[in-house]
């Protein structure tokens, strides 16, 4: 059975810092991507990392903010987060596919999903 757990959410003032975890359990997985989701909002794909390439992509909005990355040892992806603003409060999400075909951004391309950890950014 496949588990994604995630963990680092919390508050914080804009400017600051978080970084997201999230252990995969159960799957060997080609990509990692993380999503996001405020209320009313629809779910935005915002950064995606392929485990053996290591080749990372980002959304517009979090380019040059955001950095993902991976321990392959401990099948564990992260997302560090930085120069937050308040329109990044959401809830975080990781979704995990064993196949790299397809658009990464796409949440119908994934059927594993983390629980997901809420981000509140204050200004």
């Known amino acids: 059975q496949v588990h994604l757990v995630e963990s680092g959410g919390g508050s914080v003032q804009a400017g600051g810092s978080l970084r997201l975890s999230c252990t995969a359990s159960?799957?060997?997985?080609?990509?990692m991507t993380w999503f996001r989701q405020a209320p009313g909002k629809e779910r935005e794909g915002v950064a995606t990392i392929y485990r053996t390439s290591a080749i990372t992509a980002y959304s517009d909005s979090v380019r040059g903010r955001f950095i993902i990355s991976q321990d392959i040892s401990t099948n564990t992806v992260y997302l560090t987060m930085n120069s937050l603003k308040p329109e990044d409060t959401a809830l975080y999400y990781c979704?995990?596919?064993?196949?790299?075909?397809?658009?990464?951004?796409?949440?119908?391309?994934?059927?594993?999903w983390g629980q997901g950890t809420q981000v509140t950014v204050s200004s």
């Open positions: 979704a995990a596919s064993v196949s790299i075909m397809g658009a990464a951004f796409s949440p119908e391309g994934y059927s594993n």
């Open positions: 159960g799957i060997v997985f080609g990509r």
